[in-house]
């Protein structure tokens, strides 16, 4: 049986969407599915591509157990459309982009992220806010968000296995 596979995209593939290809692999890993379910990340634009992931989201992911040291920056391709069930934006722009690149037979499941929330304190978040420009408390947003929706995430997948 092939992987199921899981594809994280945000701007610049340096602080959201690598956040949550590192919290969703561990979980994947902490659940023992990690022979059943790929993850990876990207993103739209290419200003860092083949960079580690920014510094604060490291350093806030590793507070909280999440080691992205290894991930590398990379653009989506349209190729990433035959590869993956699962697509992810993490906000409205990243969808557009990701919906106008998408070939019209694509067969799997393209989405904002934080559709998967659960949790009520994040219901006015349909979107994983940039944390590039600010402060530190953004990044720990990312994290409290892509948390969220990656324990619903992973409740889906167990439901295909
Ligand atoms: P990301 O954040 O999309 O979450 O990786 C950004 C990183 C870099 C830039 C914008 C957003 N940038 O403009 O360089």
Same mark, same amino acid.
């Given at each position: 049986m092939s992987k199921i596979s899981v594809l994280f995209v945000c701007l610049g593939n340096i602080c959201r969407s690598p956040t949550a290809h590192a919290v969703f692999q561990s979980m994947v890993d902490e659940e023992g599915l990690s022979d059943k379910v790929y993850v990876d990340s990207s993103g739209t634009? $290419?200003?860092?591509? /083949?960079r580690a992931p920014d510094p604060r989201s490291q350093h806030y992911a590793l507070d909280r157990g999440f080691d992205m040291g290894d991930l590398r920056a990379r653009l989506v391709t349209e190729d990433d459309f035959n590869q993956f069930d699962y697509i992810f934006a993490m906000d409205k722009q990243n969808l557009a982009d990701l919906k106008a690149m998408c070939p019209s037979g694509y067969s799997g499941e393209l989405g904002l992220f934080l559709s998967l929330c659960q949790n009520p304190d994040y219901s006015n978040y349909s979107e994983v806010p $940039?944390? =590039? =420009? /600010?402060?530190g408390e953004g990044f720990t947003l990312v994290l409290d968000l892509i948390q969220d929706a990656s324990v619903e995430l992973i409740r889906l997948i167990k439901g295909r296995l």
């Open positions: 634009g $290419d200003w860092h591509i /083949g $940039d944390p =590039y =420009y /600010g402060e």
